[in-house]
C-alpha cells in the first residue's frame, strides 16, 4: 500500500531541495509535479572510463520515481556510455548496480544515493560485475594493478568528497 499521492510528492519535494544543495545547482521543481517523474541529473568533475583508454569526467543519468516512492526505490538508467563493472553501459540498458539501490528502505534518501553514485564511479567493484561483455571486460581491467588511479574532488553546496582510486 502506498502512501497518498501528497505526502509523497511532498518528500520528493524535501528531498530535491536537499539534493540541490548537495551539488549547489537549482534544480527546478515544478508546482504540478507530476509522478512518474524523470530527473535528467548530469554528475560533473568525477573521473571514470568511457572505454579502456578515455578518462571523462561528465557522466549522465535518469532517476525515475513512482507514486510508489519511499516504499519502492527509484529506477535508475545510465544514459553516457561509461565503462565500468557495475553500471551498464546504456546500449546494453544502463543498469546501475549499487548496494543502496537493493537496500532501499522508507529511510532513504536521494541525496544519500547520489553520493553512493559518486563512490561507485570512483570506486568500482571488479568482484560483483554486472555480466554484460562490457561489465566483464571493466572488472578485468579495474582487477589489474596497472590501472590508472584518480584523485577525485568534488564541490557542491558547502559539500566537498575526496577520493582515492
Known amino acids: ?74 529506477e535508475v538508467r545510465w544514459t553516457s556510455h561509461i565503462f565500468h563493472p557495475n553500471i551498464m553501459d546504456p546500449d546494453d540498458g544502463g543498469f546501475v548496480c549499487i548496494k543502496m539501490l537493493n537496500e532501499w528502505d522508507y529511510g532513504t534518501r536521494l541525496v544519500t544515493f547520489l553520493s ?22 571493466a572488472a578485468r581491467f579495474f582487477n589489474d594493478d596497472n590501472k590508472a588511479k584518480f584523485d577525485v574532488v568534488v564541490n557542491g553546496g558547502g559539500h566537498e568528497d575526496s577520493f582515492r582510486r
Not at 551539488?23 to 573521473?47: C, Q, T
Open 1 to 74: 500500500m502506498s502512501f497518498p499521492r501528497e505526502i509523497v510528492i511532498k518528500r520528493i519535494r524535501n528531498e530535491l531541495r536537499d539534493c540541490s544543495q548537495y551539488l549547489g545547482n537549482d534544480i527546478s521543481i515544478e508546482d504540478d509535479l507530476e509522478l512518474p517523474l524523470e530527473l535528467d541529473m548530469r554528475i560533473s568533475n568525477v573521473l571514470a572510463y568511457e572505454s579502456p583508454d578515455k578518462v571523462i569526467s561528465e557522466h549522465g543519468f535518469k532517476i525515475i520515481i513512482t507514486e510508489d516512492y519511499g516504499q519502492r526505490k527509484p
Open 116 to 137: 553512493g553514485i559518486v563512490t561507485l564511479l570512483s570506486h568500482p567493484n571488479p568482484m560483483n560485475p554486472f555480466g554484460t561483455d562490457s561489465c566483464m571486460a
